[in-house]
């Protein structure tokens, strides 16, 4: 699943060969448009309503789960729109809101092609990057000893796709604890994505990293232990990919290290202090806008 020169088409060959036979390739879900359907009338009978309150709760998996067949043209989201047609309220809004977040990326990735591994924004141009292998194969693994991180990116390596939530929290790991220039997540996540998409993939990494369209967002720094609690509340999402902390109760997963047992079962300790690197982030901001 490496990015990969292909070359000729005897190696080729191999290369689907070995990946159709590796263990780690997650499951695809049903292909084509009656699929694409067929999810889109679950979604709408079973979860829309509660959209606007469960998008942000990953333990719950009440999104369309739509992304992938709306990547590869299964469905045009002109058709989920049509559907939608009529129908009002804080949850169709939101979701309709998400679409038109796909749309304006591609958008400007049109108008903007170089942006697609380069930093939009000028503004933060001259920030100091850091290049850990160690902890950047942490981050990939989902090993870095903060739970809902490590859950997030195990759930990728798993099945292709990460609640939207999740990506953010990831992302930001990535950029503001680690330091690493966000084109190393983009790639990493591009690569495994059953949804990855050039415009949207790499647009909202800008946007986490404070290099993309959004206004001010370089100080948003998140606290991994704080949005765990916050989004996953009983601990449900990650003791469900993280079985080395399955036997702590409720939100007590999110903070392994303030319980006895909290690495009983093998769980790692963190790699970087989330206090501390917040500080240094900020500081590099500050002295890339001087
Ligand atoms: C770091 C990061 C990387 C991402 N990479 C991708 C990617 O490669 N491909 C991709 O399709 N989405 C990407 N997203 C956006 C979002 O996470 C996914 O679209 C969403 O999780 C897909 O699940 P869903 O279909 O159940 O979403 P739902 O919540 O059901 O949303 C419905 C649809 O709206 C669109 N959408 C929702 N949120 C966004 C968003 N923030 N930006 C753009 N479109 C959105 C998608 O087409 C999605 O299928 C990324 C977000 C982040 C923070």
């Given at each position: 699943?490496?990015?990969?020169d292909?070359?000729?088409?005897?190696?080729?060959?191999r290369?689907?060969?070995?990946?159709l036979?590796a263990?780690?390739v997650?499951?695809?879900?049903?292909?084509g448009?009656?699929?694409?359907?067929?999810?889109?009338?679950?979604?709408?009978?079973?979860?829309?309503?509660?959209y606007?309150?469960?998008r942000?709760?990953?333990?719950?998996?009440?999104?369309?789960?739509?992304?992938a067949?709306i990547?590869?043209?299964?469905?045009?989201?002109?058709?989920?729109?049509?559907?939608?047609?009529?129908?009002g309220g804080?949850?169709?809004?939101r979701?309709?809101g998400?679409l038109?977040w796909?749309?304006?990326?591609?958008?400007?990735?049109?108008?903007?092609?170089?942006?697609?591994w380069?930093?939009?924004?000028?503004?933060?141009?001259?920030?100091?990057y850091?290049?850990?292998e160690?902890?950047?194969?942490?981050?990939?693994?989902?090993?870095?000893?903060?739970?809902?991180?490590?859950?997030?990116?195990?759930q990728?390596?798993?099945?292709?796709?990460?609640?939207?939530?999740?990506?953010?929290?990831?992302?930001?790991?990535?950029?503001?604890d680690?330091?690493?220039?966000?084109?190393?997540g983009?790639?990493w996540?591009?690569?495994?994505l059953?949804?990855?998409?050039?415009?949207s993939?790499?647009?909202?990494?800008?946007?986490?990293?404070?290099?993309?369209?959004d206004?001010?967002?370089?100080?948003?720094?998140?606290?991994?232990?704080?949005?765990?609690e916050k989004?996953?509340?009983?601990?449900?999402?990650?003791?469900?990919w993280?079985?080395?902390?399955?036997?702590?109760?409720?939100?007590?997963?999110?903070?392994?290290?303030?319980?006895?047992?909290?690495?009983?079962?093998?769980?790692?300790?963190?790699?970087?202090?989330?206090?501390e690197?917040?500080?240094?982030?900020?500081?590099?901001y500050?002295?890339?806008?001087?």
């Amino acid at each position: 699943m490496a990015p990969t020169d292909l070359g000729r088409d005897a190696d080729a060959d191999r290369l689907v060969e070995e990946a159709l036979a590796a263990d780690d390739v997650p499951q695809l879900p049903p292909a084509g448009e009656r699929a694409a359907l067929a999810r889109w009338g679950e979604f709408v009978a079973d979860d829309l309503a509660g959209y606007e309150r469960g998008r942000d709760r990953p333990a719950e998996e009440s999104t369309s789960f739509m992304s992938a067949y709306i990547k590869v043209g299964a469905v045009h989201p002109r058709t989920l729109l049509a559907d939608l047609a009529g129908q009002g309220g804080a949850s169709v809004e939101r979701f309709v809101g998400e679409l038109a977040w796909r749309e304006f990326y591609a958008d400007v990735l049109h108008h903007r092609p170089r942006t697609g591994w380069a930093d939009l924004r000028q503004e933060l141009a001259g920030l100091r990057y850091d290049d850990p292998e160690d902890a950047i194969e942490a981050w990939q693994q989902g090993r870095t000893g903060y739970p809902i991180v490590d859950a997030g990116m195990r759930q990728l390596l798993a099945t292709g796709w990460m609640h939207n939530r999740v990506r953010m929290i990831t992302a930001s790991f990535l950029t503001k604890d680690l330091h690493v220039w966000w084109p190393v997540g983009a790639r990493w996540f591009l690569d495994r994505l059953l949804d990855g998409d050039l415009a949207s993939n790499n647009h909202n990494w800008q946007w986490v990293a404070g290099t993309g369209t959004d206004a001010a967002p370089y100080f948003r720094v998140f606290n991994p232990v704080l949005q765990g609690e916050k989004f996953d509340p009983r601990g449900e999402y990650v003791r469900r990919w993280v079985p080395e902390l399955a036997h702590l109760p409720g939100k007590a997963v999110h903070q392994p290290w303030d319980h006895e047992d909290g690495y009983a079962h093998g769980y790692p300790r963190r790699i970087v202090d989330h206090a501390e690197e917040r500080k240094e982030a900020l500081a590099r901001y500050k002295a890339a806008r001087g």
